[in-house]
């Protein structure tokens, strides 16, 4: 069992929006730890889409956006696209175990 | 840009040793923490451990009396090593930098492009 909690699955068609939840408890980010998200399409490594909460890196686009209140922290894909299709996972750090801790990732299916 | 290559054996027998190599490429080996991230079948991702340039290791608490990350100078490449391994290994290995000025709000990027290891007898 994964130390940050995400729905196993979110869908929507072409052009919606989506939002995929992460909660965490009082040692990750309701200790005010930071949340970062990775997306990773099929057969391929994580890449990183969002850090510290709600930055973006370089080249992923502004339909992805992140934000961060008391334990839980959420990503928001919008203008949804076929290509988007593949795993997300949110990452944060447990103040307890002393490590980086991830969520069982959401399987995102564009309809 | 940045490149991390990793390679290694990918079918192990119960009670053998892991072995695996990342390669960076590209940037700078100095100044960073490298670290090694499993995803085991149908699970999420776990952290399994860094290191420095300075050679000063972290692990995860549930793996580090059987894991061993060390660095290869002066080549830019750093190693995992997972002793004993069972069925509960089974997974996909990836190497990763980490960003972020403390560790406590590190962030993985770039990552390799990940080894399947499968443990069977």
């Known amino acids: 069992q994964s130390v940050l909690t995400q729905p196993p699955s979110v869908s929507g068609a072409p052009g919606q929006r989506v939002i995929i939840s992460c909660t965490g408890s009082s040692s990750t980010t309701g200790a005010g730890q930071d949340v970062h998200w990775y997306q990773q399409l099929a057969g391929k490594a994580p890449t990183l889409l969002i850090y510290?909460?709600?930055q973006r890196p370089s080249g992923v686009p502004d339909r992805f956006s992140g934000s961060k209140s008391g334990t839980s922290a959420s990503l928001a894909i919008t203008g949804l696209q076929t290509d988007d299709e593949g795993q997300y996972h949110c990452q944060s750090y447990d103040s307890d175990l002393g490590t980086s801790v991830f969520g069982g990732g959401t399987k995102l299916t564009v309809l | 840009q940045v490149r991390l290559q990793q390679w290694g054996a990918g079918l192990l027998k119960p009670s053998e040793t892991l072995s695996l190599t990342c390669a960076v490429s590209g940037g700078s080996f100095s100044g960073y923490h490298w670290n090694w991230i499993r995803q085991s079948p149908g699970k999420g991702l776990e952290w399994i451990g860094e290191?420095?340039?300075?050679?000063?290791?972290s692990y995860n608490p549930s793996l580090k009396s059987r894991v061993a990350i060390s660095i290869l100078t002066p080549r830019s490449q750093f190693s995992l090593s997972l002793y004993s391994v069972t069925g509960d290994d089974t997974a996909i290995y990836y190497c990763?930098?980490?960003?972020?000025?403390?560790?406590?709000?590190?962030?993985?990027?770039?990552w390799g492009q990940g080894t399947l290891v499968t443990v069977s007898s």
């Open positions: 990763a930098r980490a960003q972020g000025a403390v560790v406590a709000s590190a962030y993985f990027a770039p």
């Open positions: 510290k909460n709600s």
């Open positions: 290191i420095n340039h300075r050679g000063s290791t």
